[in-house]
T-cell receptor, first 112, second 113 residues
């Protein structure tokens, strides 16, 4: 089955700096790569996603890059703010309607 | 938008009893829903795929006789944890796909005493 690895497990950044989280996956049939932000006790919220026919996608301060050959994708958050503090999960699926396999998560702490 | 609700939001039960958790798609129909379990400070682990009108598909290692899933209608899937034990205490979250993405319910916190 699919194996998704996510690094780092924790990330502390100063407000205004950038944060990068990386994920690798094993199944070459995977085509959908979303990133979720989860606050304690809440549901995961989709912050950005990318499909295999695209190499990069950006939405304001958030960007995702995908290297399908190497089977890895990354989340980039620029100009971090304290409200960016949360746990971030990458996920992988064969399509946006299918089951998701999640990475282990990254606890991001943005200090003022 | 697409809204998914869960009921109850939290439940406490005694060991050995059964608990039913409901997942509803409020403004759309979902022939497929997914059930995840999340232990404290861990990731979401897929438990099963709930299929309207047919049997659920369970992930490897998930006991189908312990976690009963019924997709009763196009807007409702239920997860019943039978003979619950303290190790079943967890955060259970469902999701349903629409608009090319998954919409998650708010989760149900189960505590088994």
């Amino acid at each position: 089955g699919e194996n998704v690895e996510q690094h780092p497990s924790t990330l502390s950044v100063q407000e205004g700096d950038s944060a990068v989280i990386k994920c690798t996956y094993s199944d070459s049939a995977s085509n959908y790569f979303p990133w979720y932000k989860q606050e304690l006790g809440k549901r995961p919220q989709l912050i950005i996603d990318i499909r295999s026919n695209v190499g990069e996608k950006k939405d304001q301060r958030i960007a995702v890059t995908l290297n399908k050959t190497a089977k890895h994708f990354s989340l980039h958050i620029t100009e971090t703010q304290p409200e960016d503090s949360a746990v971030y999960f990458c996920a992988v699926s064969t399509d946006s309607w299918g089951k998701l396999q999640f990475g282990a998560g990254t606890q991001v702490v943005v200090t003022p | 938008g697409a809204v998914v609700s869960q009921h109850p939001s939290w439940v406490i039960c005694k060991s050995g009893t059964s608990v039913k958790i409901e997942c509803r798609s409020l403004d759309f129909q979902a022939t497929t829903m997914f059930w995840y379990r999340q232990f404290p400070k861990q990731s979401l682990m897929l438990m099963a795929t709930s299929n309207e009108g047919s049997k659920a598909t369970y992930e490897q290692g998930v006991e189908k006789d312990k976690f009963l899933i019924n997709h009763a209608s196009l807007t409702l899937s239920t997860l019943t944890v039978t003979s619950a034990h303290p190790e079943d205490s967890s955060f259970y979250i469902c999701s349903a796909p629409r608009y090319n993405e998954q919409f998650f319910g708010p989760g149900t916190r189960l505590t088994v005493l």
